[in-house]
């Protein structure tokens, strides 16, 4: 689900820069994907994890 909302809103960006709408999808989704496993990453380092 989160991959599907990320390529919209990549998708969405193409209406402000131009580009083609797979390519800013495909970009936003890479953008998301990164920064969760660099999350999972620090978290795993860390030990830390947050309870909501």
């Known amino acids: 689900m989160s991959a599907v909302t990320l390529f919209v809103i990549g998708a969405g960006i193409t209406l402000l820069?131009?580009?083609s709408v797979l390519f800013?999808?495909?970009?936003?989704?890479?953008?998301?994907?990164t920064a969760a496993v660099l999350t999972d990453g620090v978290r795993g380092l860390t030990g830390v994890t947050l309870v909501g």
Not at 24 to 33: D, K, L, M, T
């Open 24 to 33: 800013s999808g495909i970009r936003q989704v890479g953008i998301g994907f």
């Open 17 to 19: 820069t131009g580009r």
